[in-house]
C-alpha cells in the first residue's frame, strides 16, 4: 500500500499551529473520514502477516490522527473527547474490530447530522460516548431519532472546569429540557478565555454563550487561528491578560460579538452590580448575578434562538394560505382557483406546487401587511433583518438593487447636485443619476489590462477630485459618493478608510455602497469590517469617543502647520475629520437574492444615516412610493424574512463554508500540474497593484508559502481579494472568456455569468457542496486532456494558430480606456473648469430622433469621424458584456482609445449598438445649436463639420 492510497498529503505536518481558519471545518471531517477507513483497513489485514508493514504505518498515522483531532474535539459537543479517547483506547490496546464498528458509527451520524436528532436525555445515554458501547443501537433510539423535531444548536459555557465538572454541568442542562422545549441543545466547556474565541470560531454549531465567573486567560493548545482572532479583532493579548477577572469576562463578551454578531452572550457574575450593568455589558443579553438558578438561564437560551427563529411575515402568510377566502378582489390565481378549474394548465401546478399559489394574495390585512406602509408583519420582518445586518432602517426591494439604487438616489440627491461615482459601475448608478437630475462626476479605477478588467478606485482618485471640486468652489454641491462594494470581480474596498478621508474634506457626504454581490460580507469575520454597516457603526462609535478627540487634536495641530493650498498636504497623508463636524451618513444596497437566500430580484436597501429622521425620512418614503410597486411579490417578500433567519442562525457557517470551498478549488487548480498548464487562479498580487497592498499578501493559496493570511491583508491593504470569487485566467487555452462560458454550459451544464476576454469568474456562494467543486475540477481536467490530446495530434498549421490564439488572449491585449470626458455642451457650464457632465440633458436630447446619427464600428465610419477634427459625442449609454458596465454615457466625447477597445473586444453581446445601424451620436449640428441654445443665442455660428455617414 503507498502513502497516496489514503491521502497521505493530508496528514503531514498534523500541527494545528498551522492550520489556517479557513481550513479548519474541511480538514476535521477529512481526519475524519481517514479515521473511519483506516480503522476498516485495520480490521480487515489485522491477522494477516503480508500486510504487517501497512499494518504498522496505519497505527501510527491514526496515532497522529488522534493528537490532532483531540484538541479540536474540545470545541465540539460531538463526538467529543470522551468518544475520541475511548476510540484511541481501542487503537492502543488493538482492538480494530471495536475501533471500526465505533468509527463507522460516530461518521455516518456526523455526515447525515443525525446526532443532531439523538436527545440524550430521552435516550437514557449519558454521553455521546455511550453510543460506542453497544453493539448495536436500539430501536428506541432510531424511532426518537426519527420523530425528534426539535432543532438543535450547541451551548458554549466559558468556566475554569475539570472533566468530572464539565460532565456534570452538561447533565445539568440536560435535566432541564421538557417536551414542549422549542430547541435541543448540548452544552460544550471552554475552560480559558482564549479557547472561547476558538470554539465560536470553528464550531458554527454554537448558538448561544454564557460566561461564567473567572477562567484563565491562556490556551494549552497552539493554534494559529489564535494569531488569526487577535488581527482580525485588532486586539492585544498581552493587555486583555493583564485585566480584572470581571473586565476580562466582559471583555472576553465584547470580543465574541464582534467574531459573530448573531450569538447570544449571557454573564454569570459574582462582582458588585455596578461594575458590570450598562455601557461595560452592553454586549450581553442577560447578566445572572450568582445566579444558580439552571432554569432561567436554560429558558433564556431558548428564548434567545426563538427570536432569530422568528420569521414573521413568512409565519403571516402561511397562516393566511391555510384560510378559506372568498376572493372579490384581484388575482384570480389566489388558492389556486384558475388552475385547479382548469383542464389545461394544471401542469403549472404540478410543476410549482399548490403552495406556492394558495399564498398568493392582493390581501394587506389579516395577518399580511402592506409594503408601501408596513405596520405589523413587514414592519417586523424590515426591523428583524436590520438587526441580522447592523443597520439602523432596512427596507426590503422586490425588484432587485437596480431599483434599490434609485430609491436612496432619488431620496437623498437634488437636481444640480454632484455624484461621484465609479466609471466602471452598474448601469443602474447613472441611470439613477440621470433620474435625480445629478451631475455625475466619473473615477477612474485602476486598470488590470493584462486581464481586459477594472479594479477598484484608489483612494488618492476620491480625494484628488473631491480637491479640484474644492478648489473650484464646488464643494457645497458635492453630494454623494457611490461606489460598488465588493465588485463583482472581487474587489472590496476598505469603507471605513474612505468615509474617514473624504468627511475630513467634506463633512456632511453621502455614501451609498452598492453591496449588491456581498451580502454575505456580514457574516464572515475576516470581510466583516469591509462592509458598509459595520464601518457605519465603528465610525459613530469613534467620533463619539474622547480617545478619538484626542487623537484629532493631535493631528491638526500638525496639519495646520502645513500648506493646506498645497494638494500634497491633502493627499499625502491619512486625513481625520472633526467630530464636532462628521455626520455618518451611509446607506447599503444588497441583492439578497444574489449571495444569500431569497427568490429573484429579493433586495434590501440598510440605513445608517445620522441625519435620517430629520432630513431624509420624508424624502425617502416619497421615493420608495415612486419605485416600489402596488403589487409587491409575496413570495420574494417572505424569503427574504426566511433568508433573514438563515443568515441569523446559521450564515456564519454557510459563509465560512464557501470560503473553505473556495480555497479547495484555488488549491486543487494551483497543485496539479495538468491543468496549472492551462489554467491559474488569479491572486491578491495578479488583482491588486503592489502600492494598495501594503501588507505583503500576495497570494492565498501557493504550492511552496502555503495558505496566506487573509486576516492580515483585510486589516492593512487599500483593496482585498474577495476569498469566495475565483477568476481564472484562460487565455492559454486558447479560447476568449465568452467562448470557454459557452463551452461550460453547452457541454457540461456549467452556468457561469462574468468573463472577460481571458478570464472567467467562479463565485462560491452558500449554496454550493463539495461535490459541485468536485464536479468543475473534473470539468476542467477533462478541458485539459482534451487540449493535452488535440495538441499531440494537431498538425503543424493548426499547432501555430493555436499559438496565435494563445498569444491574442495572453500578450496581445487592448489597453483599456479611462472615462474621456463630458463635452463642453453637456457640462452645467460651458466654462466648466471641473469634469461633471449634464448626463439628464444628454439623455434627453437624444429622444429627438433629427438630433442623431449613426456611425458603424466594423466599416471604420465611427473611427474616421473620431480621428477627424470633429469632437463626436455618445447619444447612449454602451454597455459591453463583457465587461458589463457602460463604457460610453450620453455627452461623452468617444476618443480613439474608446473605439479601438470597442473593435478589440469582439463580443456578440453590445447593449445600445445596433449592428445594424451603428452606434448612435449626436450630429455636429445638434451640438453646436445645444451649445448656441446654452449661450443663449438661437442662431449658431457657421463652421464646417462632418455630419457623418447616415443618420
Known amino acids: 500500500m503507498t502513502e497516496g492510497s489514503h491521502d497521505y498529503y493530508k496528514l503531514q505536518n498534523l500541527d494545528p499551529s498551522h492550520v489556517a481558519l479557513y481550513n479548519v471545518g474541511r480538514l476535521r471531517t477529512d481526519i475524519w473520514h481517514f479515521l473511519r477507513d483506516s480503522a476498516r483497513r485495520l480490521r480487515r489485514i489485522q491477522n494477516d502477516p503480508q500486510f504487517a508493514d501497512d499494518k504498522m504505518w496505519l497505527t501510527t498515522a491514526c496515532g497522529e490522527v488522534f493528537e490532532f483531532l483531540r484538541p479540536l474535539e474540545d470545541y465540539f459537543a460531538f463526538p467529543g473527547v470522551t468518544a475520541l479517547d475511548q476510540l484511541r483506547a481501542n487503537l492502543d490496546r488493538g482492538s480494530f474490530e471495536d475501533l471500526a464498528r465505533q468509527t463507522l458509527r460516530l461518521v455516518r451520524m456526523m455526515n ?6 439523538l436527545d440524550l436525555a430521552s435516550s437514557q445515554l449519558k454521553d455521546y460516548a455511550d ?31 475539570s472533566r468530572a465538572e464539565a460532565k456534570e454541568l452538561r447533565a445539568q442542562a440536560r435535566g432541564l429540557r421538557r417536551a414542549d422545549d422549542e430547541f435541543l441543545y448540548e452544552s460544550v466547556v471552554a475552560c480559558t478565555f482564549e479557547d472561547a474565541l476558538i470554539a465560536v470560531l470553528i464550531n458554527p454549531n454554537i448558538q448561544s454563550c454564557m460566561i461564567r465567573y473567572s477562567f484563565p486567560f491562556r490556551t494549552q493548545k497552539k493554534m494559529r487561528l489564535l494569531e488569526e482572532i487577535y488581527t482580525i479583532l485588532g486586539a492585544d493579548p498581552a493587555e486583555i491578560e493583564a485585566q480584572s477577572s470581571t473586565k476580562r469576562s466582559l471583555h472576553l463578551g465584547s470580543m465574541l460579538k464582534a467574531l459573530r454578531p448573531e450569538l447570544d452572550i449571557f454573564m454569570v457574575t459574582d462582582a458588585p452590580v455596578e461594575d458590570v450593568v450598562g455601557g461595560p ?16 438561564v436554560h429558558l433564556s437560551a431558548i428564548k434567545g434562538i426563538h427570536e432569530r427563529f422568528e420569521t414573521p411575515f413568512f409565519n403571516a402568510l402561511r397562516r393566511y394560505s391555510q384560510k378559506p377566502t372568498g376572493m372579490f378582489h384581484a388575482l384570480p390565481i389566489s388558492h389556486s382557483a384558475t388552475i385547479n378549474r382548469s383542464h389545461w394548465i394544471r401542469d403549472l401546478a404540478q410543476f410549482y406546487g399548490h403552495h406556492i399559489f394558495e399564498a ?32 439602523r432602517r432596512t427596507y426590503f426591494v422586490t425588484n432587485g438593487t437596480s431599483t434599490a439604487n434609485k430609491i436612496v438616489m432619488q431620496a437623498l440627491i437634488r437636481p444640480t447636485d454632484i455624484v461621484l461615482l465609479a466609471h466602471d459601475c452598474h448601469k443602474s448608478h447613472p441611470y439613477a443619476v440621470i433620474l435625480a437630475g445629478a451631475y455625475p462626476v466619473y473615477l477612474d479605477a485602476y486598470p488590470l489590462s493584462e486581464y481586459s478588467m477594472y479594479g477598484g478606485v484608489p483612494f488618492a482618485e476620491i480625494k484628488r477630485r473631491l480637491l479640484e471640486l474644492k478648489r473650484a468652489g464646488k464643494l457645497d454641491r458635492v453630494r454623494m459618493l457611490l461606489l460598488t462594494n465588493i465588485t463583482f470581480d472581487g474587489i472590496a474596498y476598505d469603507p471605513v478608510r474612505i468615509m474617514e478621508e473624504v468627511l475630513a474634506i467634506k463633512p456632511d457626504m453621502i455614501f451609498l455602497w452598492d453591496e449588491a454581490w456581498c451580502a454575505y460580507a456580514r457574516f464572515a469575520p475576516v470581510l466583516r469590517r469591509r462592509t458598509a454597516m459595520w464601518s457605519a457603526a465603528y465610525l459613530r462609535k469613534r467620533y463619539a469617543s474622547e480617545e478619538y478627540r484626542r487623537e484629532y487634536d493631535e493631528w491638526r495641530t500638525k496639519f495646520d502647520a502645513c500648506d493646506s493650498e498645497d494638494d500634497a498636504t491633502w493627499l499625502d497623508q491619512r486625513l481625520m475629520p472633526d467630530p464636532d463636524k462628521a455626520r455618518v451618513r451611509v446607506y447599503a444596497t444588497q441583492s439578497t437574492h444574489k449571495t444569500l437566500t431569497s427568490l429573484r430580484q429579493g433586495s434590501m436597501i440598510h440605513v445608517h444615516d445620522q ?36 443568515v441569523e442562525l446559521e450564515g456564519y457557517e454557510f459563509v465560512a463554508w464557501s470560503i473553505t470551498l473556495a480555497m479547495m478549488l484555488r488549491e486543487r487548480i494551483t497543485a496539479d500540474s495538468q491543468l496549472a498548464r492551462y489554467f491559474r487562479v488569479l491572486a491578491p498580487e495578479d488583482m491588486i497593484p503592489a502600492e494598495h497592498r501594503p501588507s505583503g499578501i500576495d497570494c492565498y493559496f501557493d504550492e511552496v508559502k502555503g495558505w496566506g493570511r487573509m486576516d492580515i491583508a483585510a486589516q492593512q491593504d487599500e483593496f482585498v481579494l474577495d476569498p469566495t470569487r475565483i477568476t481564472l485566467h484562460v487565455g492559454r487555452t486558447g479560447m476568449d472568456g465568452d467562448t470557454f462560458k459557452q463551452l461550460l454550459m453547452d457541454k457540461y451544464d456549467i452556468q457561469i455569468n462574468k468573463t472577460s476576454r481571458n478570464t472567467v469568474l467562479f463565485m462560491i456562494h452558500i449554496g454550493m ?30 499547432l501555430d494558430l493555436f499559438g496565435k490564439q494563445v498569444k491574442q488572449f495572453t500578450e496581445e491585449l487592448p ?21 461633471e457632465g449634464d448626463m439628464r440633458r444628454a439623455f434627453f436630447l437624444a429622444y429627438d430622433e433629427t438630433k442623431c446619427e449613426y456611425l458603424k464600428l466594423d466599416d471604420g465610419s465611427l473611427l474616421a469621424e473620431v480621428d477627424s477634427q470633429r469632437e463626436v459625442v455618445s447619444a447612449a449609454f454602451i454597455t459591453p458584456y463583457p465587461p458589463g458596465f457602460p463604457v460610453l454615457a450620453p455627452g461623452q466625447v468617444i476618443t480613439r482609445e474608446i473605439v479601438e477597445y470597442l473593435l478589440a473586444l469582439d463580443v456578440k453581446e453590445i447593449h445600445g449598438y445596433e449592428p445594424a445601424f451603428g452606434l448612435r451620436v449626436f450630429t455636429a449640428t445638434a451640438v453646436a445649436a445645444e451649445e448656441g441654445r446654452i449661450n443663449g443665442h438661437p442662431k449658431i455660428t457657421a463652421k464646417k463639420t462632418k455630419e457623418g455617414a447616415s443618420k
Not at 132 to 156: D, M, P
Not at 281 to 295: K, T, V
Not at 779 to 787: E, G, K, M, P, Y
Request: aromatic share 10%; net charge negative; charged share 25%.
Open 611 to 646: 441625519d435620517f429622521e430629520h432630513h431624509a425620512r420624508n424624502a425617502f418614503n416619497e421615493a420608495y412610493m415612486t419605485h416600489t410597486s402596488t403589487s409587491p411579490n409575496y413570495q420574494i417578500l417572505a424569503t427574504l424574512d426566511v433568508g433573514r433567519r438563515q
Open 281 to 296: 455589558s452592553r454586549d450581553f443579553r442577560r447578566i445572572f448575578y450568582l445566579q444558580e438558578n439552571y432554569r432561567e
Open 815 to 835: 489597453p483599456l480606456p479611462n472615462f474621456s470626458h463630458f463635452h463642453p455642451t453637456f457640462r452645467p457650464t460651458l466654462d466648466s473648469t471641473t469634469p
Open 112 to 117: 447525515n447530522e443525525s446526532y443532531r436528532r
Open 769 to 798: 457542496t463539495r461535490g459541485t467543486i468536485a464536479h468543475l475540477v473534473n470539468v476542467l481536467t477533462q478541458i485539459a486532456r482534451d487540449l493535452d490530446d488535440k495538441l499531440d495530434r494537431w498538425s503543424r498549421v493548426e
Open 131 to 161: 453510543l460506542l458501547n453497544v453493539a448495536k443501537l436500539s430501536e428506541e433510539v432510531h424511532t426518537r431519532i426519527r420523530q425528534e423535531r426539535r432543532l438543535y444548536f450547541e451551548a458554549l459555557i466559558v468556566d475554569d472546569l
Open 360 to 391: 398568493e394574495t392582493s390581501a394587506t390585512t389579516g395577518g399580511l401587511d402592506s409594503l408601501l406602509q408596513p405596520h405589523g408583519s413587514l414592519r417586523e420582518a424590515q426591523e428583524l433583518s436590520a438587526r441580522a445586518f447592523g443597520s
